[in-house]
């Protein structure tokens, strides 16, 4: 085959991959678009529910403080989780890979949490974590003496229930990835020389990575714009953002609408921002060239 044909052959796949996902993505973009739209005008004061339009950024400098703290405190809860979870997740897929005894056992158990609901975990873990929970009184610590891990000044019950669950996820995206090609490349590495931490850092850390860092950017903005764990194990105050837009938006003051869109369309660009920063970092991969 020639090099025009291959490149006329290769042009034709991508058209019709193209065309086999279009009706899919033109859907979403409709929906996603329509929504973000609405976002921007309301949080912008033009499409007010009451009153004439009018552009404006009170919405975000009225609650500026608030909302300060509502987004420092969901990066931290976003990004503790999703570090946890990586690690938690990429260790997890190379046992998997590495272990041909007992392999169906360890998948069986690594993969139980993924069809877990959030909310039935965020419960779980209330009850495991809280002052005169079940970890108090295995352990035997009064109630007085448990430190508050359950809506305490830390979100740390939010971090865990996040981390239990998304590094499932995390592990078997990783382990897709590297079950059908490492173990020629490690074969090939050992016969040339490469001891087994020569092989982790040449072999298998490349193949995870581009799956590692995709998982973890999905893990990243589903927590960030998650909303039932915060609401339930994470601290009064300062509110996480899915937090503070849902009670403001629920709010009877129909005038306090556009500060609600302004924290959504927060949410919404801190979350772009990640996706972008993640395609960033994969088009640098070998995978991705």
């Known amino acids: 085959m020639s090099v025009g044909t291959a490149a006329a052959h290769d042009r034709g796949d991508r058209f019709r991959g193209i065309l ?3 009706p899919a993505v033109l859907v979403v973009v409709l929906v996603v678009g329509t929504g973000l739209v609405t976002v921007v005008l309301q949080s912008a004061g033009l499409m007010p529910l009451v009153g004439q339009p009018r552009l404006s950024g009170a919405a975000y400098a009225g609650a500026a403080d608030e909302l300060l703290d509502a987004t420092v405190l969901s990066l931290v809860i976003a990004g503790a989780s999703t570090l946890v979870a990586a690690g938690v997740g ?3 897929a190379i046992l998997l890979v590495a272990s041909p005894r007992g392999r169906r056992l360890l998948a069986a158990i690594g993969s139980a949490p993924i069809p877990v ?4 975990g965020a419960a779980s873990v209330g009850l495991l974590l809280m002052d005169g929970g079940l970890l108090a009184r295995w352990l035997g610590i009064a109630p007085d003496a448990w430190p508050a ?7 740390t019950a939010v971090v865990v229930e996040y981390a239990w669950k998304e590094s499932a996820f995390v592990a078997l995206v990783v382990t897709a990835a590297l079950a059908t090609r490492i173990a020629g490349y490690h074969d ?7 001891d087994r931490w020569a ?3 040449h072999v298998t850390l490349p193949l995870a990575t581009p799956a590692l860092v995709a998982a973890s950017a999905i893990t990243f903005v589903y927590t960030l714009g998650s909303y039932e764990v915060a609401w339930l194990l994470g601290p009064v105050y300062p ?8 009670r403001v938006f629920t709010s009877t003051d129909l005038s306090a609408r556009p500060e609600a869109m302004a924290v959504a369309a927060v949410t919404t660009t801190l979350s772009l921002a990640s996706v972008l920063v993640a395609l960033a970092w994969l088009r640098r991969t070998a995978v991705w060239r």
Do not use: D, K, Q
């Open 20 to 22: 086999a996902v279009g």
């Open 90 to 92: 990429l260790g997890a």
């Open 117 to 120: 609901p959030h909310l039935v």
């Open 149 to 155: 891990l359950v809506a305490g000044h830390w979100p």
């Open 188 to 194: 090939t590495a050992a016969v040339l020389g490469a």
């Open 199 to 201: 092989r982790f850092r």
């Open 239 to 246: 509110e996480p953002l899915p937090v503070m837009a849902y």
